[in-house]
């Protein structure tokens, strides 16, 4: 069965602090890996990726992959309170989208 | 990345009614949208894969009589919720994939109140 799992659940840091998130998969026919920001809305995309050992890096944001151990990892340093949302993690393999549970951040100020 | 509409962003409407929701692909011809509901503080729940000119493919659990989906356009995408009830409550989410298929733009959600 095709499972994405994301740790942890949820996570409290202060202002200033990196975090990372973890997101893990099982899944046959790997075709990507995306991830999210939802805050009060639908999510927002954020990266995608698709090779091992490629970072993808936006602001204070980035990402990367590791197709043999199966699993991404989202780094968030200096956050703000800005970055407080559940951030999701999804498996494509091909026109399946499976989604973790995400993992919810509070930035404390 | 695709830009993707939906509209109303906010109903609520008596038990027993129908709603109908659209999701518009504003910037790229989708031939699949996906429909997702959201209930609160829970991760989003695939609740069918639209596809343009043909039926919808419901996941299971999910009543095809209830939710009505219509994917007339390569544009455009509508989700009827039957005889709303206060269970149907919920986030209602479209999405379409672009990117070679491998990438997936929310559009900005649907919240029903059914009272």
């Known amino acids: 069965e095709d499972k994405v799992v994301q740790s942890p659940l949820s996570l409290v840091v202060h202002e200033g602090d990196t975090v990372t998130l973890n997101c893990s998969y099982e899944?046959?026919?790997?075709?990507?890996l995306l991830w999210y920001k939802q805050e009060k809305k639908a999510p927002t995309f954020l990266f995608m990726l698709t090779s091992s050992g490629i970072e993808k890096k936006s602001g204070r944001l980035s990402s990367i992959l590791d197709k043999k151990e199966l699993f991404s990892i989202l780094n968030i340093t200096a956050t703000q309170t800005g970055d407080s949302a559940v951030y999701l993690c999804a498996v494509n393999t091909g026109n399946q989208f499976y989604f973790g549970t995400g993992t919810s951040l509070t930035v404390i100020p | 990345g695709a830009v993707v509409s939906q509209h109303p962003s906010w109903v609520i409407c008596k038990s027993g009614t129908s709603v109908k929701i659209e999701c518009r692909s504003l910037d790229f011809q989708a031939t699949t949208m996906f429909w997702y509901r959201q209930f609160p503080k829970q991760s989003l729940m695939l609740m069918a894969t639209s596809n343009e000119g043909s039926k919808a493919t419901y996941e299971q659990g999910v009543e095809k009589d209830k939710f009505l989906i219509n994917h007339a356009s390569l544009t455009l995408s509508t989700l009827t919720v039957t005889s709303a009830h206060p269970e149907d409550s919920s986030f209602y989410i479209c999405?379409?994939?672009?990117?070679?298929?491998?990438?997936?733009?929310f559009g900005p959600g649907t919240r029903l109140l059914v009272l």
């Open positions: 999405s379409v994939i672009a990117g070679g298929r491998w990438t997936q733009y």
């Open positions: 899944v046959t026919n790997f075709r990507s």
